[in-house]
């Protein structure tokens, strides 16, 4: 393991205030969302749709590295360049979804265990020569009835710990994602509680494995109220119980911690983060930034719908919701930014002078 190059990667994937795209949604879940918009779901519409987000004019200035697919990373440009390539040549780190898939877990009705370390040695080396430099693994947890069970975290803290070893061994950095659901009616505590019990059983799993802190990005969620529960609190009081919980259990090794947007929207996941940011970010050891999927990428897909001839527009939304995080990250991000038409038509036009694409 060249430690110097992990680490170097892991720090360049949180620096100048940038932040991930995740654009690994899985066959299924991808063909899902361009159903609900009456999109046609086939591979080359799939490629055409990561083509559009790849060749995003000046989209690097926001985005540091990319999640990609088994099946996009293997997709090209209609000039025939490979997406890692593409990216790579923009200034972007790609990386690869690694796990597949989270599923029922047994004796333990309704939950999921996430699987995929099978065969992970061999496809790691595959996905590094494919220009991979990092990946990714996610595991769930739902809050419920007596969930998540001590069983649940366990196996799936130790399976994301497997999975960060392997992925060093190999020169990759892992994005260790452990998401606690927002799914239900439990309170903002109740998921802090839960948030704080699934990350530090993390990281004694990491720890156990000898995996390197200074190697591996940390991809959480948020501290959310249940989308169900009557309070729903402030951005501001999210921001509080998500740093609370996070400076409790992620040791200082860490270089950067990503949040996932969980079904967020956009603007609601910008905010939060910016409080998070303007609030704290003098007082924290790592640097708080994002590694959204829909948060960043829904305007983009309804905007585009499945035309060509959108390409232009989806591609201008994509940016502009980049660089609103970015903003987020100096805590700098206001509202205003998704409301103000002058601004956005400024950010947009300027991106495309001069552009060919
Ligand atoms: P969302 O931001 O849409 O939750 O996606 C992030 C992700 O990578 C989920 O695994």
Redesign the pocket.
């Known amino acids: 393991m060249n430690t110097q190059a992990l680490e170097s990667t892991a720090q360049k994937m949180v620096a100048d205030g940038k932040g ?1 795209i ?1 654009i ?2 899985s066959i299924g879940t991808c063909n899902k969302r361009f159903a609900k918009l009456g999109i046609p779901q086939t591979e080359e519409v799939r490629r055409r749709y990561r083509e559009l987000i790849v060749t995003t004019p000046d989209l690097s200035e926001s985005i540091s590295s990319a ?1 990609l697919f088994d099946e996009t990373i293997r997709q090209r440009t209609n000039d025939g360049t490979p997406f890692a390539k593409a990216l790579a040549d923009e200034g972007i780190i790609p990386g690869i ?1 690694v796990d597949v898939g989270a599923k029922p877990m047994a004796a333990c009705p309704g939950e999921k265990v996430t699987e995929g370390l099978d065969g992970l040695r061999a496809r790691l080396a595959e996905y590094a020569q494919m220009g991979a430099r990092f990946a ?1 693994w ?1 595991a769930v947890f739902s809050i419920g009835d007596g969930t998540p069970s001590r069983a649940c975290i366990e196996a799936n803290a130790h399976a994301l710990a497997r999975y960060a070893a392997l992925c060093q061994e190999a020169g990759l950095v892992p994005v260790v ?1 452990p ?1 606690v659901l927002m799914e239900g009616a439990h309170s903002l505590e109740t998921c802090r509680e839960v948030t704080e019990n699934v990350l530090r059983r993390v990281f004694s799993e990491l720890h156990s494995q000898r995996v390197r802190l200074e190697g591996l990005i940390l ?1 959480p ?1 948020m501290v959310l109220p249940g989308l169900t529960c009557p309070t729903q609190e402030t951005v501001d009081e999210v921001a509080d119980a998500t740093v609370k919980c996070l400076l409790r259990v992620v040791p200082a090794a860490v270089p950067g911690v990503t ?6 929207s956009g603007e609601l ?1 910008s905010a939060r983060l910016n409080a998070m940011n303007a609030r704290f970010k003098s007082q924290l050891p790592w640097g708080l930034a ?9 305007p983009t897909l309804e905007i585009w719908h499945g035309e060509q001839t959108n390409t232009k527009a989806a591609q201008q939304s994509l940016y502009h919701r980049a660089a609103c995080n970015k903003a987020a990250r100096r805590g700098e991000y206001d509202a205003l930014m998704d409301h103000d038409e002058t601004t956005l038509f400024r950010a947009t036009s300027d991106i495309y002078a001069g552009s060919s694409r």
């Open positions: 991930l995740a690994d949604e999640i979804k990714k996610r994602e998401e991809k969620n949040f996932l947007s969980g079904g967020q996941a994002f590694s959204f999927g829909r948060a960043i990428q829904q």
